[in-house]
């Protein structure tokens, strides 16, 4: 079956800058686009990184854009999510995903606070 599992959250001060993985399994990893996601109290779940099948296409979130970073490594089914110049308004559960089938990891909290 399917799983994402991701790894990588914490508490961090402002400026810094944490790197989030996901491991995939049950799934050929390479044929499938991979996406992160993240969800802070109160709001709704919001897209923050895309990724295709090669990694040779990416997008992002308005507010992340240069200064977060997705990529993957198809040969050992992860996806990861460089995050740089961390702000408190990142404070979220950072969820890895793969929209087809709608795939879902159990999230890890990143927490950006002095």
């Known amino acids: 079956q399917v799983q994402l599992v991701e790894s990588g959250g914490g508490l961090v001060q402002p400026g810094g800058s944490l790197r989030l993985s996901c491991a995939a399994s049950g799934f050929t990893f390479s044929s499938y686009a991979m996406r992160w996601y993240r969800q802070a109290p109160g709001k709704e779940r919001e897209l923050v990184a895309s990724?295709?099948?090669?990694?040779?296409?990416?997008t992002y979130a308005d507010s992340v854009k240069g200064r977060f970073t997705i990529s993957r490594d198809n040969a050992n089914n992860t996806v990861y999510l460089q995050m740089n110049s961390l702000k408190p308004e990142d404070t979220a559960v950072y969820f890895c995903?793969?929209?087809?089938?709608?795939?879902w990891g159990q999230g890890t909290q990143v927490t950006v606070s002095s």
């Open positions: 990724i295709s099948r090669t990694g040779g296409s990416t």
């Open positions: 995903c793969r929209p087809t089938g709608n795939y």
